[in-house]
């Protein structure tokens, strides 16, 4: 059974620094999706990693897959303060077409 | 038009009313899921449809009854509901995973209070 791990859970961090959030997942999977959530508010997309070695970037935002370590890392660099937010990582069961395992979610705070 | 719409907002419902959730994508995805979301709690799926048809159910209790009368729309209907279901659910729609990667697009959610 696929189970997602988050951490940190909660990062409470100064403008202008560089930080890591790491999800990892206990069985195979071909899929690792990474979103973001303001406060009341829905998901929000952010990125989409379907192979090994993948990396997307968005803005201070960068993504990585490593399907061998089942570890899929999320980067912040330089850090502002609308980048609060709680961010999520799912990965996709090989049996399933549309179920995606959801992490806790990593609660990010950006000092000014 | 945003991508997938949720109505309503919000909702407080008593045990013993009936209400329906209703959600609209207009993507053009083949699948339309519910999601439920607690504090403090992984978000958990609750229903998929894939092309109208139910293909996931993760043992969700009967009060909770979705409907998908085409490939765009997604009810689910509310009774007789626990104070513990309280949640914000969330409707998200997206292509298979193999087709065009999978990406679930959310709904604004529907803050329900059942009191």
């Known amino acids: 059974e696929l189970k997602v791990e988050q951490n940190p859970l909660f990062l409470s961090m100064q403008e202008g620094k560089n930080y890591t959030i790491y999800c990892n997942y206990s069985?195979?999977?071909?899929?690792l999706y990474w979103y973001r959530q303001d406060p009341g508010k829905s998901l929000e997309s952010l990125f989409v990693l379907l192979s090994n070695g993948a990396v997307k970037q968005e803005g201070r935002l960068m993504a990585s897959l490593d399907t061998k370590a089942r570890l899929s890392t999320l980067h912040i660099t330089a850090a502002v303060h609308d980048l609060s937010a709680t961010y999520f990582c799912a990965a996709g069961p090989m049996d399933s077409n549309y179920q995606l395992i959801w992490g806790a979610g990593t609660k990010l705070i950006i000092k000014p | 038009e945003t991508g997938v719409t949720q109505t309503p907002r919000h909702l407080v419902m008593g045990m013993t009313n009936k209400k329906s959730l209703k959600c609209e994508q207009h993507l053009g995805h083949n699948a339309m899921y519910w999601y439920k979301q607690s504090a403090k709690k992984p978000l958990e799926l609750m229903f998929v449809y894939n092309f109208k048809e139910q293909t996931e159910n993760n043992s969700v209790p009967s009060r909770f009854s979705p409907e998908c009368p085409n490939s765009s729309h997604l009810f689910l209907h509310l009774h007789t509901l626990q104070p513990e279901d309280s949640a914000l659910y969330l409707c998200?729609?997206?292509?298979?995973?193999?087709?065009?990667?999978?990406?679930?697009?959310f709904g604004q959610g529907t803050r329900l209070t059942v009191v």
């Open positions: 069985t195979t999977s071909d899929r």
């Open positions: 998200a729609s997206s292509q298979v995973w193999r087709d065009r990667g999978g990406e679930a697009f």
